[in-house]
């Protein structure tokens, strides 16, 4: 072998060693960054311009996992999804309250019915009169005020569901460019790892938001799909996700849909963040809402008698005039919790419950009282399918008996699929993460090359240096 084919092997060895230790140190430098995904150079035998046998490091790449990666992003649909269910459901267990702990509105009703049953003692009490209207009033400004608050939690999905489309569709942008920056460096044979790291991340943003499936076309761009099948980005090619957010919100507010390029997607979006928020705002929520309406409906109903001296209210197409509480819509109102008063003539004057419409009635209370802790029927509503007969106190219980339920099976869903998405990821970045010892390892492995390949030609200088030695 020639001096200037061993000088060209040489060379070739001591330039793969660089490129090797190159990438060794931005490992070590990465170790700790998020996403960053350890890189390679492989190294092949090439033959050298003189015939010699060299070394070549190809295109730098990532160490990548598709099926542990795949894994990790729809894990992080579930566990996003579950922890936004978890967080609103949380906040709907506060706002209603627990049985028994003087903040709910069972509790309230308790205490108005037991106000009533005192002044069915001695109806002619003021005092007694007064206290069980206060009663009502108490429990009536309670469901007005879970009724605003569930209505509240709506307007919060609504807003959360607008922000989340930004994020996806920011997100999705994202992709396409990398997309094209990626395709246009695989064809002039440039590494891409760090671009694709960049674009994972994009991608789980996504993955987050919805539910995605993603395959990798030949020049390492990908194509995102939604879980039924719609296209979101094909290579520099993107799709847009647009929502209207409503504002104010009531049991009535008729909220935007999903769409994807002009395209109604919401009833397909069942999963991540926005496919939960989605769930709570058409679903969770109002069932809620229309249970209480069957409370309140029902409460209206039992607090009637036809000689209490009350008269219309003229606040809602119901005539309230004989009722204890008033502005209830029993034909078409949605929402009647939200609107649901004691009578203003019978706020005015207690002594009603006493002054029936032909004179004293000291029956009044009492009928209340009796009505209050009896049996009536509830229509089908919400969360139960079938109609039901019982007492508005044990009705209440249930409301506040589910909601505590679903609360509880959110927090575990939630703790059991974050638990299960960090294994995952702690799972992929034992595979693709940066091993510091690892990298230590073949530091000194290529530095040892590198001095070798450096004292190769040191050794062919010495040579060529005595070879001119000669001839002069």
């Known amino acids: 072998m020639g001096l200037g084919i061993g000088l060209l092997d040489a060379l070739s060895g001591l330039q793969a060693t660089q490129t090797q230790l190159q990438v060794i140190s931005a490992n070590v430098a990465n170790a700790q ?50 922890s936004t269910t978890n967080n609103y459901l949380q906040q709907l267990q506060n706002l209603l309250g627990q049985v028994g702990s003087n903040n709910s509105f069972t509790d309230s009703l308790n205490n108005f019915i037991s106000a009533m049953q005192t002044d069915a003692t001695t109806p002619e009490d003021p005092v007694a009169q007064s206290a069980a209207v206060d009663a009502g009033q108490q ?91 719609q296209t979101l980005v094909d290579g520099s090619t993107v799709s847009q996700f647009a929502y209207t957010q409503s504002g104010t919100v009531g049991a009535g507010t008729p909220l935007s849909p999903v769409t994807l390029d002009g395209v109604n997607v919401t009833s397909s979006l069942k999963t991540g963040t926005i496919g939960a928020l989605l769930q709570l705002r058409d679903t969770t929520l109002p069932s809620i809402t229309a249970e209480l309406n069957q409370f309140t409906n029902n409460l209206y109903a039992a607090t009637t008698n036809a000689n209490m001296n009350t008269t219309n ?18 034909g078409s109102g949605l929402d009647n919790t939200s609107t649901i008063e004691v009578n203003p003539s019978l706020a005015q004057n207690p002594t009603l419950l006493y002054n029936g419409i032909s004179g004293n009635d000291p029956t009044i209370a009492s009928t209340i009282a009796n009505n209050l802790s ?29 909601t505590a339920t679903a609360a509880a099976a959110a927090t575990q869903n939630n703790t059991y699929q974050s638990q299960l998405q960090t294994q995952m990821q ?19 492995v290529y530095q040892n090359a590198y001095g070798a390949s450096a004292h190769v030609i040191a050794t062919i200088q010495t040579m060529f240096d005595a070879l001119m030695n000669i001839q002069s």
Do not use: C, W
């Open 33 to 82: 960054t998020p996403g960053y995904s350890e890189q390679e150079a492989i190294e092949t035998s090439v033959e050298t311009p003189a015939g010699g046998a060299g070394v070549d490091t190809n295109v730098i790449q990532r160490v990548a996992d598709q099926l542990l990666s795949s894994n990790v992003t729809q894990q992080n649909t579930a566990a996003s999804s579950a």
């Open 374 to 402: 009896s049996n009536v029927n509830f229509a089908a509503a919400g969360n139960f399918a079938a109609p039901v007969t019982t007492t508005l106190s044990a009705y209440g219980g249930q409301i506040i008996g589910q």
């Open 139 to 229: 429990l009536a400004q309670q469901l007005n005020a879970f009724s605003a608050g569930i209505q509240s939690l709506r307007a919060n999905t609504d807003s959360d569901i607008a922000n989340s489309v930004t994020t996806v569709n920011s997100a999705l942008q994202t992709i396409a460019s990398l997309n094209s920056s990626i395709g246009a460096l695989h064809a002039e044979g440039q590494s891409t790892a760090t671009l694709e790291d960049q674009r994972d991340a994009a991608v789980n943003q996504v993955a987050q938001m919805i539910g995605i499936s993603s395959f990798t076309r030949s020049n390492d761009t990908i194509v995102l799909t939604t879980n039924t099948g």
């Open 313 to 330: 209210s003229g606040t809602n197409a119901t005539n309230d005039a004989n009722h204890f509480f008033a502005n209830v819509n029993i």
């Open 426 to 444: 702690n799972q992929l970045q034992s595979v693709t993460g940066v091993n510091l010892d690892k990298e230590l390892a073949n530091l000194t």
